[in-house]
């Protein structure tokens, strides 16, 4: 019962990691292209997607919205005095981002494409993660 409660997740990934291909965000030459600024391609995509997430989180925020467990969904205000971490947690993401070649989001879309070397940063992001949880407690928040 548990699979088919999470099926519908599994289609919506399936299909979103497939748009990603097929619009080739997940393109080491289109991710190339934007950090050169030779293509508006990428930039048009992240551009558009910050309207969608935009206006989402306005529809979730004006028409008190839940999630599918009948929960108010909440967002939080950022705490502005932290901004140092938002300075070095971005730092990491772009370099991770850099050394990979591509956007850490779409990995498993990348294996699933053929792109098998993905395993590696994928079982990487499993034990960052890990390793994360376990010094979670220790760790400034």
Request: glycine share 12%; charged share 15%; proline share 5%.
């Amino acid at each position: 019962m548990k699979f088919l409660e999470y099926l519908k997740y599994l289609l919506i990934g399936t299909a979103f990691g497939f748009i990603l291909v097929k619009s080739e965000v997940v393109s080491w030459f289109r991710i190339q292209e934007m950090f050169r600024f030779d293509s508006f391609h990428m930039y048009g995509i992240i551009g558009l997607a910050v309207v969608v997430g935009i206006i989402s989180v306005q529809i979730i925020k004006r028409n008190n919205i839940t999630d599918t467990k009948g929960n108010p969904i909440t967002i939080p205000p950022k705490d502005a005095t932290q901004w140092k971490r938002y300075i070095i947690g971005g730092s990491m993401f772009g370099l991770g981002w850099a050394l990979l070649g591509a956007c850490p989001g779409p990995m498993f879309a990348l294996l699933g494409s053929g792109i098998t070397v993905m395993i590696i940063p994928i079982l990487s992001a499993i034990a960052g993660t890990y390793v994360y949880g376990m010094l979670r407690d220790s760790l400034p928040h």
